[in-house]
């Protein structure tokens, strides 16, 4: 990304305010399972949900980092500070159907941790599907310190320094 192995013709960067359309229509254009695996739910359209997320965005205790390949977002992850505990943060990291299994999700989750990091936080948390292989392996991976199975859900947890 921005020149270098492994992606060097896709861009990594904070999000702006002018890419709410185009990460709408990557939300948009995922396929059914990856959009129920990303919000634990069907949704006739993403936009309320990411508008909502867009909201937050404030550079210091909620961020988002997306991925792009020209002008199209295939890429984005959040980190969310916890309220309760400020070194805490929540992780989310969608990549679009076409370029899932390419390793995009491996850099952008260390991208997301760094960034993380250089804010205060010292501990990432991940809620997945507990069917999702793909995102369970990313995880495994990532080497999580905990991991608590719940139902339909894995809930896990990462030092963002490692």
């Known amino acids: 990304m921005n020149g270098r192995q492994p992606f060097p013709d896709l861009t990594l960067r904070v999000v702006d305010e002018s890419d709410l359309d185009a990460v709408i229509a990557t939300y ?4 059914p399972q990856s959009m129920y695996r990303r919000f ?3 949704t006739p359209d993403p936009a309320p949900l990411v508008e909502r997320q867009f909201s937050m965005i404030d550079h210091r205790d909620h961020e988002a980092l997306v991925v792009l390949a020209g002008d ?9 500070r916890a309220g ?3 070194d805490e943060a929540e992780i989310a990291i969608t990549i679009a159907d076409r370029w899932q ?4 999700g491996r850099v952008l989750i260390r991208a997301l941790a760094g960034d993380a990091y250089r804010h205060g ?4 948390t991940a809620t997945v599907l507990a069917e999702n292989r ?3 392996g990313l995880a495994s991976r990532n080497n999580p310190s905990a991991v608590h199975l719940d139902g339909p859900e894995a809930h896990l947890v990462f030092k963002a320094a490692s």
Do not use: K, N
């Open 101 to 104: 299994r390419q390793g995009l």
């Open 40 to 42: 634990f739910t069907l």
């Open 121 to 124: 936080i010292e501990t990432l």
């Open 72 to 80: 199209e977002v295939v890429g984005i992850a959040h980190w969310d």
């Open 134 to 136: 793909a995102a369970l």
């Open 84 to 86: 309760c505990c400020p």
């Open 28 to 31: 948009r254009g995922l396929s």
